[in-house]
């Protein structure tokens, strides 16, 4: 099993650091780029093994038929990844098209 990510989604964990730096998230920028990092990480190396349900028609907008993961990072925060499952050359593969947090699209979830 294999778990590939976006590049635009990979341009939104760049993204991301800043925006909790920024908005006093994170006090350090290093602790930013540290929460992205494992965040990244954690889904690089256990979505595959994660609970997974499909993903609600709201977000057909960033492809038709995707499931989705939670990833929990503290008490207040639930990261969303959203993705599409492939099998190539006989590999199960992981295509991650999109994440958010519960504090943006917890409406859209069941």
Known sequence: MRVLILPEVREYFKELQI????????G?????????DELLEDILTNLP?????PAPEHFDKFGKN???AAFRKNRHTCWYAFFKTYNRNGEKVF?????ANNHTVAQYLS
């Open 95 to 99: 295509l991650v098209r999109y994440i």
């Open 19 to 26: 925006i909790l730096y920024e908005k006093y998230y994170f």
């Open 49 to 53: 093994t994660k609970l997974h349900k």
């Open 66 to 68: 995707m499931k989705y």
């Open 28 to 36: 350090h920028e290093d602790a930013a780029q540290k929460y992205t």
